[in-house]
């Protein structure tokens, strides 16, 4: 379908067309382009060739550093550029191969300015794990978590693109309960298998909650996310206000995003829900995803990355639309390039549970590697977390989010 070609394998196929931010070292303006096979097609170069009546007068928002203006304009423009690149790319267009440039000469950056970005806790599998540790299986899910998705607002400015390195943070914790806390270094540095998407269209205004029944024309597209997580500090600090120095010492995402035009081949229903949500909440169309999630760990003495967790983004309990629903029922205005996050994503088997806290039960066991264990992540630790999805010949591929731990400062 497409004169480039495209490499056994590799998720960036003619059917995917990712939206990312670029530079090369000869020209460091960050410019949007689009992934295909080995190649991004530089949408500055092919701005010209959009000229349908959604995007005709719209052509100078692929001259922008972000993904973010594209973003506002909604569904619509988003199809119609999908359209476009395609034939831009098609086999009787070979005189657009001068905007192509090799995937391995570009730096990739954040795809969209990130205004706000929102983690839900929607794994049923997950809070049910996490709860069982540190309540009791009769206690393990909280009496709202099967009423409404459960979110925190994090720290949109350490949200970093792949590749960036994430330093293990010094904080607050209690290792003993009979003694007083301590500071230093995070002694619990940990994962989480996650994904996230980019809200876009219309922003709606402070007071006016996006409802469910049209939330899915605000999903622009969905990442992988590596939400780091300093366990120690988290424990001590949470109660009673949740999440906050634990959590914002860095979130990591993939540097493509995958449209949700794209994934559409792949939507499934997601897990029964009980009881019936209330009907600000409730929508009857299938609105997840099967989409393949692998994180590995590779330590400095390590050859390649060792496999930890293998999941799915089915699992999840809560879908997109009911946390943007959720999110926006008291009129939070949401806007394009804010990015809302699934949670740790774990499914019923052991293999795929989504974070060491988990995989090593809260430190009960080891997490075996090649010719290594871990209970949580060592300093000089790498995490690469990658996502597929595949059916009937279609591959839509994120490509991969990673990150290296580094040491603590000294304080």
Not at 270 to 293: A, R, V
Not at 314 to 323: F, G, N, P, T, V
């Amino acid at each position: 379908m497409s004169f480039v070609e495209v490499p056994p394998n590799c998720p960036f196929t003619y059917e995917n067309l990712p939206y990312g931010v670029f530079s090369t070292p000869s020209n460091s303006q960050h410019r949007i382009g689009v992934a295909i096979g080995a190649h991004v097609l530089d949408l500055t170069q092919v701005k010209h060739l959009f000229t349908g009546p959604q995007l005709q007068t719209k052509q100078h928002v692929f001259d922008e550093p972000t993904l973010n203006a594209f973003m506002a304009l909604g569904k619509a423009a988003w199809s119609e550029a999908r359209q476009a690149v395609q034939t831009i790319l098609s086999v009787t267009n070979r005189s657009n191969e001068v905007a192509l440039v090799p995937m391995e000469t570009v730096t990739m950056h954040l795809p969209a300015a990130i205004g706000d970005y929102t983690d839900f806790y929607s794994s049923k599998e997950h809070a049910t794990n996490v709860g069982t540790m540190f309540r009791g299986p009769e206690n393990a899910l909280m009496p709202n978590w099967k009423y409404l998705p459960v979110g925190y607002h994090g720290r949109a400015s350490s949200v970093v693109v792949s590749g960036t390195p994430i330093r293990r943070p010094n904080g607050q914790t209690r290792p003993n309960e009979a003694e007083p806390p301590v500071f230093g270094p995070c002694r619990l540095m940990d994962f989480e298998v996650e994904m996230a998407f980019f809200v876009g269209g219309e922003s709606n205004e402070l007071g006016s909650p996006i409802s469910v029944e049209t939330a899915g024309e605000n999903i622009f597209g969905m990442v992988l996310m590596n939400d780091w997580s300093a366990r120690d500090i988290q424990k001590w600090e949470y109660v009673p206000l949740g999440p906050f120095l634990g959590k914002s010492l860095g979130t990591s995402i993939s540097p493509w995003v995958v449209t949700m035009e794209a994934l559409a081949p792949f939507c499934v229903a997601g897990p029964q829900q009980d009881p019936k949500p209330m009907p600000y909440l409730s929508h009857s169309d299938p609105y997840s995803f099967d989409i393949n999630l692998t994180a590995a760990i590779q330590g400095e003495n390590m050859a390649a990355p060792s496999v930890v967790c293998k999941t799915n983004f089915k699992y999840m309990y809560w879908s997109m639309k009911q946390q943007l629903a959720h999110h926006s029922v008291t009129g939070c205005n949401m806007r394009p390039g804010d990015l809302l996050a699934s949670g740790t994503i774990s499914g019923p088997t052991p293999e795929s549970f989504g974070s060491m806290l988990e995989l090593c039960w809260k430190g009960t066991k080891e997490v075996p590697l090649d010719g290594e264990t871990r209970k949580f992540l060592r300093d000089g630790d790498t995490v690469v977390m990658s996502g597929m999805c595949e059916k009937d010949g279609v591959r839509i591929g994120f490509g991969e989010v990673s990150g290296k731990v580094l040491p603590a400062h000294t304080l």
